[in-house]
């Protein structure tokens, strides 16, 4: 599986934006990236995922370099809500249902101030 | 949206003895569900892949007559922990996909906490 990188925590402050990067050098053309966050002693949650351009839905958006090789997940508002480890993933979408598994990284720990 | 439910969230139990969690998708149907273990401080790792019908398939590393996992329906997976010790005290996390709706994204469990006595 192709690997990510992140930051090991980010902070922020309450209601301003956090921008949260991943670099993946060695994505493929069939890889997705997906974007999934865990609060504190609960499973993960999806947030959002996309292939080449850019997406947003209610809870964020994400920015996908022109090459693929990094991308950004932008929380517009932060609340505390919003603190949690942030995981990027790459998820080939060749194959059958096993493919959906996911790989979990470390992540980044995102504080949010109030 | 798309709900997995997990049971118990948490279970202390005696060592050598026998724990089952349950994974049920609420309102979709998963031919395939997953089994994740966490343990403080660290990321998911990946145990198996549950295949309705079939048997699952285990990560290397991961003694699957220790773990025996269980798919006997579309809507429910059972993880078993058998003979537990100490050392299997961790967070069981289960996911699965709803697959009717051609989502390509998992929904997961909220986990459930073993401590082994």
């Known amino acids: 599986d192709a690997k990510t990188t992140q930051p090991n925590s980010m902070e922020s402050n309450e209601e301003e934006p956090v921008h949260l990067p991943c670099n993946h050098s060695?994505?493929?053309?069939?890889?997705?990236i997906h974007w999934y966050r865990q609060l504190p002693s609960q499973g993960p949650e999806y947030v959002i995922h996309?292939?080449?351009s850019n997406v947003n839905n209610r809870m964020a958006s994400l920015a996908i370099a022109e090459d693929r090789k990094s991308s950004t997940l932008i929380l517009h508002r932060a609340t505390l809500r919003d603190a949690a480890v942030y995981y990027c993933?790459?998820?080939?979408?060749?194959?059958?249902?096993?493919?959906?598994?996911?790989?979990f990284g470390k992540g980044t720990l995102l504080t949010v101030n109030p | 949206g798309a709900v997995v439910s997990q049971h118990p969230s948490r279970v202390i139990c005696k060592s050598g003895t026998s724990v089952k969690i349950e994974c049920r998708s609420l309102?979709?149907?998963?031919?395939?569900m997953f089994w994740y273990r966490q343990f403080p401080k660290q990321s998911l790792m990946l145990m198996a892949t549950?295949?309705?019908?079939?048997?699952?398939?285990?990560e290397q590393g991961v003694e699957k007559d220790k773990f025996l996992i269980n798919h006997a329906s579309l809507t429910l997976s059972t993880l078993t922990v058998t003979s537990a010790h100490p050392e299997d005290s961790s967070f069981y996390i289960c996911s699965a996909r709803e697959q009717a709706s051609g989502a390509n994204v998992l929904t997961f469990g909220a986990g459930s906490r073993l401590t082994v006595l």
């Open positions: 309102d979709f149907q998963a031919t395939t």
């Open positions: 993933i790459l998820r080939d979408v060749t194959g059958g249902g096993s493919n959906y598994k996911l790989t």
């Open positions: 060695t994505i493929s053309g069939t890889d997705y």
């Open positions: 996309g292939l080449t």
């Open positions: 549950s295949n309705e019908g079939s048997k699952a398939t285990y």
